[in-house]
Protein backbone atom coordinates (compact mmCIF):
# COMPACT_ATOMS: atom_id res chain seq x y z
CA UNK A 1 0.00 0.00 0.00
CA UNK A 2 1.36 3.69 -0.93
CA UNK A 3 0.34 6.39 1.12
CA UNK A 4 -1.21 9.68 -0.70
CA UNK A 5 2.82 11.38 -0.86
CA UNK A 6 4.15 7.78 -1.62
CA UNK A 7 2.59 7.78 -5.26
CA UNK A 8 5.15 9.33 -7.31
CA UNK A 9 6.09 9.72 -11.23
CA UNK A 10 6.84 6.29 -12.53
CA UNK A 11 5.03 4.52 -10.44
CA UNK A 12 1.96 1.83 -11.26
CA UNK A 13 -0.99 1.71 -9.27
CA UNK A 14 -3.92 0.38 -8.41
CA UNK A 15 -7.15 2.28 -8.97
CA UNK A 16 -10.59 1.32 -9.17
CA UNK A 17 -8.95 -2.65 -10.42
CA UNK A 18 -7.35 -1.14 -12.93
CA UNK A 19 -3.54 -0.70 -13.60
CA UNK A 20 -2.24 3.00 -13.95
CA UNK A 21 1.12 4.41 -14.37
CA UNK A 22 1.57 7.74 -12.50
CA UNK A 23 2.95 10.24 -15.14
CA UNK A 24 3.31 13.59 -12.28
CA UNK A 25 2.62 14.15 -9.15
CA UNK A 26 2.24 17.54 -6.72
CA UNK A 27 1.95 17.58 -3.39
CA UNK A 28 0.55 20.65 -1.95
CA UNK A 29 -1.84 22.23 0.90
CA UNK A 30 -4.43 24.78 -0.04
CA UNK A 31 -4.89 27.49 2.91
CA UNK A 32 -5.58 25.66 6.41
CA UNK A 33 -6.91 22.40 4.69
CA UNK A 34 -4.84 18.81 4.90
CA UNK A 35 -2.09 18.38 2.48
CA UNK A 36 -3.43 16.30 -0.73
CA UNK A 37 -1.46 14.61 -4.00
CA UNK A 38 -3.05 16.46 -7.28
CA UNK A 39 -1.77 13.28 -10.01
CA UNK A 40 -2.11 12.66 -13.56
CA UNK A 41 -2.29 8.90 -14.26
CA UNK A 42 -2.35 6.73 -17.67
CA UNK A 43 -4.27 3.77 -17.83
CA UNK A 44 -1.96 1.06 -19.11
CA UNK A 45 -5.14 -0.86 -20.49
CA UNK A 46 -6.92 1.64 -22.25
CA UNK A 47 -4.00 4.53 -22.49
CA UNK A 48 -6.43 7.37 -21.35
CA UNK A 49 -4.80 9.88 -19.17
CA UNK A 50 -7.10 11.24 -16.16
CA UNK A 51 -6.54 13.33 -13.42
CA UNK A 52 -7.05 12.34 -9.89
CA UNK A 53 -6.41 14.04 -6.33
CA UNK A 54 -5.56 11.78 -3.86
CA UNK A 55 -6.07 13.10 -0.09
CA UNK A 56 -4.17 12.55 3.20
CA UNK A 57 -6.38 10.21 4.51
CA UNK A 58 -6.35 7.86 1.29
CA UNK A 59 -3.95 5.39 0.32
CA UNK A 60 -3.74 2.73 -3.07
CA UNK A 61 -2.09 -0.49 -4.06
CA UNK A 62 0.97 -0.53 -5.92
CA UNK A 63 0.42 -2.90 -8.66
CA UNK A 64 2.55 -6.10 -9.38
CA UNK A 65 3.36 -5.65 -13.15
CA UNK A 66 5.32 -8.87 -14.34
CA UNK A 67 7.88 -8.33 -17.06
CA UNK A 68 7.98 -11.47 -20.22
CA UNK A 69 9.74 -12.16 -22.95
CA UNK A 70 7.81 -12.42 -26.56
CA UNK A 71 8.94 -12.59 -30.02
CA UNK A 72 7.33 -11.09 -32.90
CA UNK A 73 6.19 -13.27 -35.40
CA UNK A 74 4.09 -11.33 -38.15
CA UNK A 75 1.13 -8.77 -38.93
CA UNK A 76 -2.13 -10.39 -40.17
CA UNK A 77 -4.85 -7.10 -40.47
CA UNK A 78 -4.72 -5.16 -37.01
CA UNK A 79 -3.95 -8.13 -34.88
CA UNK A 80 0.39 -8.67 -34.26
CA UNK A 81 1.19 -12.40 -33.70
CA UNK A 82 4.00 -13.21 -31.11
CA UNK A 83 5.51 -16.18 -29.29
CA UNK A 84 7.12 -16.49 -26.12
CA UNK A 85 10.68 -15.93 -26.17
CA UNK A 86 11.28 -19.38 -24.89
CA UNK A 87 8.45 -21.79 -26.30
CA UNK A 88 7.42 -21.09 -29.96
CA UNK A 89 4.62 -23.40 -29.98
CA UNK A 90 3.14 -21.04 -27.40
CA UNK A 91 1.41 -18.47 -30.33
CA UNK A 92 -1.02 -15.27 -29.02
CA UNK A 93 -1.96 -12.03 -31.32
CA UNK A 94 -2.41 -8.70 -29.40
CA UNK A 95 -4.17 -5.83 -31.21
CA UNK A 96 -3.07 -3.01 -32.34
CA UNK A 97 -4.56 -0.75 -29.83
CA UNK A 98 -1.43 -2.60 -26.90
CA UNK A 99 1.08 -2.72 -29.29
CA UNK A 100 0.98 1.32 -30.58
CA UNK A 101 2.40 2.85 -32.94
CA UNK A 102 5.57 1.15 -32.38
CA UNK A 103 4.48 -1.81 -33.79
CA UNK A 104 5.03 -0.46 -37.91
CA UNK A 105 8.47 -0.84 -36.58
CA UNK A 106 8.71 -4.05 -35.70
CA UNK A 107 10.88 -6.61 -37.97
CA UNK A 108 10.46 -10.26 -37.53
CA UNK A 109 11.87 -12.41 -34.73
CA UNK A 110 12.06 -8.97 -32.73
CA UNK A 111 12.46 -10.12 -28.72
CA UNK A 112 10.51 -7.27 -26.70
CA UNK A 113 9.32 -7.44 -23.36
CA UNK A 114 5.36 -7.48 -22.61
CA UNK A 115 4.06 -6.31 -19.45
CA UNK A 116 1.44 -8.47 -17.69
CA UNK A 117 -1.22 -7.48 -15.22
CA UNK A 118 -3.18 -10.48 -13.54
CA UNK A 119 -1.47 -12.89 -16.19
CA UNK A 120 -2.78 -10.35 -19.03
CA UNK A 121 -0.68 -8.37 -21.21
CA UNK A 122 -1.24 -4.98 -21.19
CA UNK A 123 1.55 -3.63 -23.27
CA UNK A 124 4.62 -4.61 -24.71
CA UNK A 125 7.81 -2.27 -24.42
CA UNK A 126 10.04 -1.43 -27.49
CA UNK A 127 13.48 -0.39 -27.99
CA UNK A 128 13.23 3.16 -28.12
CA UNK A 129 15.51 3.19 -31.64
CA UNK A 130 15.38 0.40 -34.25
CA UNK A 131 17.69 -0.08 -37.04
CA UNK A 132 15.74 -1.31 -40.09
CA UNK A 133 16.62 -1.34 -43.77
CA UNK A 134 15.17 0.95 -46.05
CA UNK A 135 13.93 -1.29 -49.05
CA UNK A 136 12.08 1.60 -51.54
CA UNK A 137 13.89 5.16 -51.68
CA UNK A 138 13.28 7.29 -54.46
CA UNK A 139 16.57 9.26 -55.73
CA UNK A 140 17.27 12.21 -54.25
CA UNK A 141 17.00 15.45 -56.41
CA UNK A 142 19.74 17.96 -56.09
CA UNK A 143 17.91 21.40 -55.12
CA UNK A 144 15.06 20.03 -54.38
CA UNK A 145 15.18 21.68 -50.97
CA UNK A 146 12.09 23.44 -50.40
CA UNK A 147 11.07 20.96 -47.95
CA UNK A 148 13.80 20.85 -45.89
CA UNK A 149 15.50 18.38 -47.83
CA UNK A 150 13.78 15.19 -46.91
CA UNK A 151 11.88 12.27 -48.78
CA UNK A 152 9.52 9.20 -48.02
CA UNK A 153 11.34 5.85 -48.02
CA UNK A 154 9.67 2.76 -47.12
CA UNK A 155 11.39 0.39 -44.64
CA UNK A 156 12.06 -3.21 -44.39
CA UNK A 157 9.50 -3.26 -42.04
CA UNK A 158 6.23 -1.66 -44.06
CA UNK A 159 6.53 2.04 -42.51
CA UNK A 160 7.21 4.93 -44.38
CA UNK A 161 9.49 7.37 -42.99
CA UNK A 162 10.44 10.70 -43.68
CA UNK A 163 14.72 11.29 -44.46
CA UNK A 164 17.37 13.16 -45.66
CA UNK A 165 17.96 13.27 -49.65
CA UNK A 166 21.41 11.13 -48.77
CA UNK A 167 19.18 8.44 -47.31
CA UNK A 168 19.76 5.17 -50.44
CA UNK A 169 17.92 1.95 -51.13
CA UNK A 170 19.56 -0.69 -48.86
CA UNK A 171 20.60 1.28 -46.67
CA UNK A 172 20.21 1.30 -42.49
CA UNK A 173 18.98 3.80 -40.95
CA UNK A 174 18.33 3.96 -36.78
CA UNK A 175 14.26 4.93 -36.34
CA UNK A 176 13.12 6.22 -32.95
CA UNK A 177 10.34 4.49 -32.12
CA UNK A 178 8.74 6.13 -29.83
CA UNK A 179 8.30 9.25 -32.64
CA UNK A 180 8.25 7.44 -35.85
CA UNK A 181 11.38 9.83 -37.01
CA UNK A 182 14.80 9.46 -38.35
CA UNK A 183 17.52 9.31 -36.23
CA UNK A 184 20.51 8.50 -38.02
CA UNK A 185 22.40 6.82 -40.70
CA UNK A 186 24.40 3.62 -39.19
CA UNK A 187 25.36 1.67 -42.31
CA UNK A 188 25.57 2.80 -46.24
CA UNK A 189 24.86 0.26 -48.82
Known amino acids: ?11 YIVL ?7 LAAHVFRKQQRKPVN ?13 EHTFHQSENVMEAELEKQSIRY ?21 LPSTIVGNGGNFL ?9 LFNEEIIGITLPIK ?3 RVTEAPPG ?15 ES ?4 SVPLFINEGDIVCINTETGEYALRTEKS
Not at 16 to 22: F, H, L, Q, R
Not at 73 to 89: E, H, I, Q, T
Not at 107 to 115: C, F, Q
Open 107 to 115: KTNSVLEAL
Open 141 to 155: VRGNTAQGGTKQVVL
Open 73 to 93: LYRKGNDFWFNVADDPSNRFS
Open 1 to 11: MLDYNEILPKK
Open 16 to 22: DGEPYEV
Open 130 to 132: MNL
Open 158 to 161: GATV
Open 38 to 50: QTKLRGLKNGRVI
